[in-house]
């Protein structure tokens, strides 16, 4: 099959989805005559499409996966050498995962392995490698940790790319967001504050990570871990006006500059995704959906967010401040840092931690957002936050059962941010600013709890 029949074949599996619109394929199918007629350029049309925003990468991946089972399974990379191989564990648009043992290490660890259908694109597989690179140089509690990757040839020929990680036995927040619903707003400002603290060390790396979303965001216990680096790249300076070769990113999460294809992306939007995932998470839905991915992402760049669905979910004021300056159309009227954004959440978690709280149950990390409403019995969280901002201290409540589901989990997640806050702010008085290229990841790292 040709390239070009290849492409049409994606694109009719595109429009059958509804993902994309016949009239834009046959837009870009023109333009691709044109430039090979006058120019004699032999154009992609799927980087056509891309490189106009009707579709996005992230969807080409899905629509070009192995069309269900059989994909990787266990005895299509059990000859990969130094593991041993015990499950599958996932698989998404460019690989799968599986839980293995590594020679001699007694901890279980996470290979992700490269669908071999995406090795005949050079772009693919170089995106693969440079996600490899930054998980095995990144070292942070808050960044999925990488440790080694390679390529190995089967016997019939065909080229596996593989990374081993390190072995994440929790949940996504998606798959939380899937079981409960909506998230609290305390816990939904402990998840953003994590994963600041991830995005804060990217910056500090000079690497912006271009996909944050809840389904790359995975709770362990009391941590957030961010993951999946395969749209990072390295911040670029001086790249105002120009435009970008491909639009990188989830169309549901996309900041407005992604989605134009500017070049001269950086640090803010990522903070724009962030902001799109809290949305998200108290809410209980993206905040702009469409036909296709070029109207999600048109709605990304012209739409305001609505003020009716803010007022449905009972979100607080605070947090709708919150979601409206970190999803700021113009990037200059949003958070500049992802510092900014914990140091107004701490701001926050303060204010509400100062109420008179009487705890005496430890909830779940995670609580439906029902539990924590004004029903007649309790004060909501975002009622808590309008007193707290407002300088009138009232107890939260007059059932001691509502006001103690609330206080405990309040007080256990501002305690645990204010205690990060302070050491944060007394490491960043005598830090360095880091680079790549130090000497990688050594195996020996804190377990997790």
């Known amino acids: 099959m040709s390239s070009i029949e290849l492409e049409l074949k994606i694109c009719a599996l595109a429009v059958k989805k509804g993902l994309i619109e016949k009239e834009k394929v046959q837009e870009a199918l023109d333009i691709k005559n044109y430039y090979a007629e006058k120019e004699k350029r032999n154009l992609s049309l799927v980087k056509i499409l891309v490189k106009k925003g009707y579709i996005d990468e992230a969807t080409i991946a899905d629509l070009t996966a ?9 005895e299509h990379v059990n000859m990969i050498p130094n593991f041993k191989w015990v499950k599958k564990v996932g698989a998404g648009g460019m690989a799968a995962v599986f839980k293995c043992f590594e020679q001699g290490e007694p ?48 016997s019939d020929g065909v080229m596996l790319y593989w990374v081993s990680m390190e072995f994440l036995d ?21 998840v953003i504050r994590g994963c600041c603290d991830a995005l804060d060390y990217c910056m500090q790396m000079g690497i912006l990570h271009r996909d944050v979303k809840p389904e790359n965001i995975i709770w362990i216990g009391d941590e957030i871990v961010l993951c999946d680096l395969g749209f990072a790249k390295p911040i670029e300076k001086g790249k105002a006006g120009e435009r970008s070769q491909t639009t990188c990113g989830t169309v549901q999460y996309i900041s407005p500059e992604q989605a134009k294809g500017l070049a001269d992306v950086d640090i803010r939007a990522d903070i724009y995704s962030l902001g799109a995932t809290l949305y998200h998470l108290v809410v209980g839905k993206v905040p702009f959906s469409g036909s296709d991915g070029g109207e999600i992402m048109k709605k990304q760049v012209k739409d305001p967010l609505s003020t009716k669905e803010f007022r449905e979910a009972n979100v607080s004021p605070h947090m709708h401040y919150f979601i409206e300056k970190m999803m700021a159309k113009d990037r200059e009227e949003r958070f500049q840092s992802p510092r900014e954004v914990v140091d107004e959440i701490d701001t926050v978690i ?43 201290q009232k107890p939260v409540g007059t059932s001691s059962g509502s006001s103690s589901k609330l206080g405990s989990l309040s007080s256990k997640i501002s305690g645990k941010l204010k205690a990060r806050a302070a050491e944060d702010d007394s490491s960043s008085k005598s830090s360095k600013k880091l680079k790549i290229g130090g000497t990688g990841l050594s195996k020996k790292f804190k377990k997790r709890t």
């Open 66 to 74: 192995p069309a269900g089972p059989p994909n990787l399974e266990i």
């Open 107 to 154: 901890d279980p660890v996470a290979v992700k392995v490269m669908y071999p259908e995406h090795t005949r694109n050079e772009e693919f597989v170089e995106r693969f490698i440079r996600e490899a690179e930054l998980l095995k140089e990144f070292d942070h509690q808050g960044i999925v940790k990488g440790y080694d990757f390679g390529k190995f040839r089967r």
């Open 350 to 392: 303060r204010g509400v931690e100062s109420l008179q709280f009487k705890p005496n149950m430890s909830p779940s990390p995670l609580v439906n957002v029902g539990a924590l409403s004004t029903d007649g019995t309790g004060t909501s969280l975002g009622d808590a936050l309008k007193s707290a901002f407002s300088g009138k």
């Open 170 to 190: 929790g949940s996504s927040v998606l798959d939380q967001l899937g079981k409960q619903g909506r998230l609290d707003e305390a816990t939904a400002l402990h």
